[in-house]
């Protein structure tokens, strides 16, 4: 979607033209994001490893947010935005701000089509010099049913069934096609393609647990902890699955 | 309050030292309806009377949501209570961002406080309207603060402001005694008690015009309006204004006594109830206020 940078180690050899040093602004800080809009349920996972370059900063950086969305437990909205995470907190922190305020001043909570607007005016509004992240927003609609949005780094945005960000989202995205929305899985008696029907929770966990684990295996910035944010009706839910850490 | 040549603008003194249009300001507070504010060692409730300009109108909000962790209860201009929690809400998201912390509950006080005190020293400019009763929860426990347009802002055990807001001080005094150890529950029902004595002659508090705000550790500011009010009138009880419950009870004891007398005598009845009650009545009913926006 967009090339990664990472900046050049020093090294001692000699230059055969001068070379300009500047500073960039961008890093890439690694980790992946997943989300998938169930029946009644929406999820955000994403690993919690922190990197630069071929260094672990941190096993441990949650980010996936919970914006609260006063209304009750079933308007809560999860938010991740996956990249520089430099920006992916500035972004989030000023999203929380904003639906606040959203609330204040019309005196209900933020519907998520409303706040998947918001963030493409946030994003837009930094055209020049965009967020570097690749964002998703999840939540449950007006009637209940998972919905999920993401973006990209200056506001492009779609409600999606499923959506990987991230490091290994070129890893994940096809596995969802095939087992959330199976896609080229045909019926064995008629020869007709399967049609995708609302998985169960429990399916769903078990896709991203897996899902996740193999990603840990062939991608080097994938690993240490798996976090998954569940919105049902109840609220928010969040479990952690330690990952292989190499 | 007399018109004099001292109080036409906020930046003049007069000769014994006071500031008229400060004063006058703190006027326009004991024109609006009450609210009450008291705290124990875990939580801080606010309680308030609202009011409706008609009958077929909408009450005047009273208390507002600051933060998770901090709310006000309003007595005076409304619109001037508007902007100024819309400052603490901006203070407070934006301390909350730079130092990861809930906002304290004396530091917005202060900050509003410092913000009233500008307009009594500019020319051209009015001091606020409004007083606020400012209760919340921080690191330090629960927390109750009384902002005037002056730009004081003082800590309270429990407090009231606006309309015939002494009656509900003289509760206050007579049982804070008891605050520090209340639940919430014990809290709120002290404060509606404190609310009921400033209620108007033949007034009751109802679910129409009671506000409840209550914080603590480990619940957040909630607010309780309308159908969630009833359940607290409820536990209450007796909804009427004091004064008419002690006419009533005076009025039964005279009808007690007469019908006493009566059936001992056994002569023509002649019920006394009706004028003592009256007297009564009329000596304590006020003027009724000029209705401002509150």
Redesign the interface.
């Known amino acids: 979607m967009y090339a990664e940078h990472f900046s050049e180690p020093a090294t001692s050899h000699v230059a055969s033209a001068p070379i300009e040093h500047q500073f960039y602004p961008y890093a890439s800080n690694g980790g992946t994001i997943l989300a998938i809009a169930g029946a009644d349920y929406a999820l955000l996972a994403g690993d919690t490893r922190h990197i630069t370059g071929y260094s672990i900063n941190t096993r441990f950086r949650p980010s996936i947010h919970t914006l609260e969305n006063l209304g009750g437990p079933e308007r809560a909205i999860v938010v991740a935005a996956n990249g520089f995470s430099a920006d992916g907190d500035a972004l989030v922190r000023r999203l929380a701000q904003r639906a606040e305020w959203y609330t204040y001043n019309h005196n209900k909570p933020l519907s998520v089509s409303a706040c998947a607007r918001l963030v493409q005016t946030m994003l837009y509004g930094k055209r020049t010099f965009p967020y570097y992240v690749h964002t998703i927003v999840a939540g449950l609609d007006e009637s209940g049913r998972g919905e999920v949005y993401s973006f990209d780094p200056v506001g492009s945005y779609e409600r999606e069934q499923c959506r990987a960000g991230g490091s290994a989202a070129s890893l994940l995205m096809p596995f969802l096609d095939n087992q959330v929305n199976k896609k080229n899985q045909y019926d064995a008696a008629t020869g007709l393609p399967q049609v995708a029907t609302d998985l169960p929770l429990e399916e769903t966990l078990k896709l991203v647990k897996d899902a996740f684990s193999s990603v840990t295996e062939r991608h080097i910035h994938v690993g240490d902890y798996l976090e998954i944010k569940i919105v049902t009706k109840e609220g928010v839910k969040v479990e952690y699955f330690p990952l292989k850490r190499d | 309050m007399f018109r004099n040549s001292y109080d036409n603008d906020s930046i003049t003194y007069s000769p014994t030292g006071r500031l008229f249009q400060v004063e006058y300001a703190l006027e326009a507070i004991k024109q609006g309806s009450a609210s009450v504010g008291l705290v124990s060692k875990t939580h801080a409730v606010l309680v308030a009377l609202k009011r409706n300009a008609e009958e077929l109108g909408s009450y005047q909000k009273k208390i507002i949501r600051i933060d998770n962790h901090l709310g006000i209860a309003l007595a005076g201009l409304a619109p001037d209570a508007r902007v100024l929690s819309?400052f603490m809400?901006q203070q407070a998201?934006s301390s909350k961002?730079i130092y990861n912390r809930p906002i304290p509950v004396s530091r917005v006080a202060s900050e509003i406080g410092d913000k009233a005190q500008k307009n009594t020293q500019v020319y051209g400019k009015r001091p606020y309207g409004v007083g606020l009763l400012v209760a919340g929860y921080d690191e330090t426990g629960p927390h109750l603060f009384e902002f005037l347009p002056s730009g004081t802002v003082l800590e309270y055990f429990g407090a009231a402001i606006g309309a015939r807001s002494q009656s509900a001080r003289t509760y206050l005094e007579r049982s804070f005694e008891s605050f520090a150890d209340c639940s919430a529950e014990e809290l709120v029902l002290h404060g509606l008690r404190a609310l009921r004595d400033t209620l108007a002659q033949d007034k009751e508090l109802t679910i129409q015009n009671t506000s409840i705000g209550v914080v603590g550790l480990d619940s957040p500011f909630k607010l309780y309006d309308n159908e969630e009010v009833g359940e607290w009138l409820e536990k209450l009880g007796d909804v009427g204004s004091s004064r008419g419950r002690r006419q009533a009870e005076e009025a039964a004891a005279e009808a007690a006594a007469a019908s006493a007398a009566a059936e001992a005598a056994d002569t023509d009845a002649p019920t006394t109830d009706a004028p003592a009650a009256d007297d009564e009545a009329a000596a304590d009913l006020p003027a009724e206020p000029i209705e401002t926006d509150d």
Request: proline share 0%.
């Open positions: 819309n809400r998201m961002m």
